[in-house]
């Protein structure tokens, strides 16, 4: 029997047992030098009147690190530069199943902290794919109030609760998100 051909766009992603596309990322809370954290703002393509705010990162190609994903997914979505070895982390984890080009996927992803020594107002979007400029419209530099007082969906949705964890620098626990409750 012959195994059905990946429907998705974009890379990483395989149909597992369950039938479900899924792939391993790396996510990266990315901040700047006021404390400020980078998100993406995307829609919907099937109902373009739904958006969201996202960490910088995607998905782990076949060989590299999960660290070494999130150091080129930050390039590639900001133009900036990460030293991989000054990534903090991993912090956090988790397995979401979310929908993407009308279907349901599921990503477990590892997220990481990069912080910048300064301001980085001039992002470059030219290293997105055809994919993500069909769904990724912008880049903003946040506080975590800005975060909290957002009207429009946050991913992960414990964002505001992680950041807060994250204050007063990383304990060295690594969070699983969807249960923050003893953090």
Same mark, same amino acid.
Not at 100 to 124: I, N, P, S, T
């Given at each position: 029997?012959?195994?059905?051909?990946?429907?998705?766009?974009?890379?990483?992603?395989?149909?597992?047992?369950?039938?479900?596309?899924?792939?391993?990322?790396?996510?990266?809370?990315?901040?700047?030098?006021?404390?400020?954290?980078?998100?993406?703002?995307?829609?919907?393509?099937?109902?373009?009147?739904?958006?969201?705010w996202f960490t910088v990162g995607g998905g782990i190609d076949e060989g590299? @690190?999960?660290? =070494?994903?999130?150091? *080129?997914? &930050? /390039?590639?979505?900001?133009?900036?530069e990460v030293d991989p070895a000054s990534l903090i982390g991993p912090v956090?984890?988790?397995? @979401?199943?979310? =929908?993407?080009?009308? *279907?349901? &996927? /599921?990503?477990?992803?590892?997220?990481?902290?990069?912080?910048?020594?300064?301001?980085?107002?001039?992002?470059?979007?030219?290293?997105?794919?055809?994919?993500?400029?069909?769904?990724?419209?912008?880049?903003?530099?946040?506080?975590?109030?800005?975060?909290?007082?957002?009207?429009?969906?946050?991913?992960?949705?414990?964002?505001?609760?992680?950041?807060?964890?994250?204050?007063g620098g990383w304990d060295g626990t690594l969070r699983r998100l969807g249960?923050?409750?003893?953090?």
């Amino acid at each position: 029997m012959s195994q059905p051909q990946d429907p998705l766009p974009g890379e990483g992603w395989a149909i597992g047992p369950d039938g479900m596309a899924r792939r391993s990322a790396a996510r990266v809370l990315l901040f700047d030098g006021l404390g400020r954290l980078l998100l993406v703002n995307a829609h919907d393509a099937q109902n373009p009147a739904r958006h969201w705010w996202f960490t910088v990162g995607g998905g782990i190609d076949e060989g590299e @690190s999960a660290r =070494d994903a999130a150091v *080129r997914e &930050v /390039r590639e979505e900001t133009g900036l530069e990460v030293d991989p070895a000054s990534l903090i982390g991993p912090v956090a984890v988790r397995s @979401s199943v979310f =929908d993407f080009f009308a *279907r349901h &996927v /599921r990503q477990d992803e590892e997220y990481f902290v990069a912080r910048l020594g300064g301001m980085a107002e001039h992002l470059v979007t030219t290293g997105w794919t055809a994919v993500e400029r069909s769904f990724m419209d912008g880049l903003r530099w946040f506080t975590r109030q800005e975060i909290e007082a957002l009207e429009v969906e946050v991913f992960p949705v414990e964002l505001v609760q992680l950041l807060d964890n994250l204050v007063g620098g990383w304990d060295g626990t690594l969070r699983r998100l969807g249960d923050l409750s003893g953090s």
